[in-house]
T-cell receptor, first 112, second 113 residues
Framework: DTAVSQTPKYLVTQMGNDKSIKCEQN?????MYWYKQDSKKFLKIMFS???????INETVPNRFSPKSPDKAHLNLHINSLELGDSAVYFC???????????FGPGTRLTAL | EDQVTQSPEALRLQEGESSSLNCSYT??????LFWYRQDPGKGPEFLFT???AGEEKEKERLKATLTKKESFLHITAPKPEDSATYLC??????????????FGQGTTLQVKP
C-alpha cells in the first residue's frame, strides 16, 4: 500500500526517558512534516523537511530533534520526556512545500 | 496573526438532516484552504483544497465553498458514516515555500440513524 506510516502506534513511557518515533512515506514526496495534536484535537506543526533539509522549526523545546536520513523518512527523537509531551504525534508528507499534505495514522505518546 | 476558527465545536444531526460547518480565517494572503476528515484514532484524511473566493468542490454528500473570510462545508442528507471530526486548515502565501498549515480546532459531527 502507498501511504505514510508511523511506528509505534502507541508509546507509554516514564517521564525523563528518551524515545523516538519513526515515519516513512512511499509516495515519492519531497516534503515531510511532524505535527502535534493535543487533547482538544488542535493540530500544530512542529517541523518540516524538504529533501532532507529542515525548512520549518516552530517554537518547540530543543528536547525535540527531528532527523531525516533520506527524503522518505523523518524521525522524531524526544529527550527527557515531560508530562506535557503527552499527545498524538502525526507525520505527514506532500509532493512539495505548497501542496496537499497526507497524514500518517499517528503515534499516541503517554508520559507517566 | 494568522488564525482559523471553526464552528460549531460539535454538531448532532439526524440521518438525512442537511447542515453546514463553518471555518472562519484571518491570514496574510490566502494561498489555499484545506478540509480534512478525522476518524477517532486515525490520521486526518484529505477532502478538498480551495484556492480562491467563489470556488466550490464536491465529493459525494460534501460540498466545500470559499469566500474571502470563511469556508463552509455543506453536508447534504448525511449518513451515520459521515460521523467524524472535520478539520479546516489554511496556508498563507508567505508559507507556500514551507508548506505550513494552520489548523482550526475542528467540528465533531455525529449523525444518528
Amino acid at each position: 500500500d502507498t501511504a505514510v506510516s508511523q511506528t509505534p502506534k502507541y508509546l507509554v513511557t516514564q517521564m525523563g526517558n528518551d524515545k523516538s518515533i519513526k515515519c516513512e512515506q512511499n509516495l515519492g514526496h519531497d516534503t515531510m512534516y511532524w505535527y502535534k495534536q493535543d487533547s482538544k484535537k488542535f493540530l500544530k506543526i512542529m517541523f518540516s523537511y524538504n529533501n532532507k533539509e529542515l525548512i520549518i522549526n516552530e517554537t518547540v523545546p530543543n528536547r525535540f530533534s527531528p532527523k531525516s536520513p533520506d527524503k522518505a523518512h523523518l524521525n522524531l527523537h524526544i529527550n527527557s520526556l515531560e508530562l506535557g509531551d503527552s499527545a498524538v504525534y502525526f507525520c505527514a508528507s506532500s509532493p512539495n512545500q505548497g501542496s496537499t499534505q497526507y497524514f500518517g495514522p499517528g503515534t499516541r505518546l503517554t508520559a507517566l | 496573526e494568522d488564525q482559523v476558527t471553526q464552528s460549531p465545536e460539535a454538531l448532532r444531526l439526524q440521518e438525512g438532516e442537511s447542515s453546514s460547518l463553518n471555518c472562519s480565517y484571518t491570514v496574510s494572503g490566502l494561498r489555499g484552504l484545506f478540509w480534512y476528515r478525522q476518524d477517532p484514532g486515525k490520521g486526518p484524511e484529505f477532502l478538498f483544497t480551495l484556492y480562491s473566493a467563489g470556488e466550490e468542490k464536491e465529493k459525494e454528500r460534501l460540498k466545500a465553498t470559499l469566500t474571502k473570510k470563511e469556508s463552509f462545508l455543506h453536508i447534504t442528507a448525511p449518513k451515520p458514516e459521515d460521523s467524524a471530526t472535520y478539520l479546516c486548515a489554511v496556508q498563507a502565501r508567505g508559507s507556500s515555500n514551507t508548506g505550513k498549515l494552520i489548523f482550526g480546532q475542528g467540528t465533531t459531527l455525529q449523525v444518528k440513524p
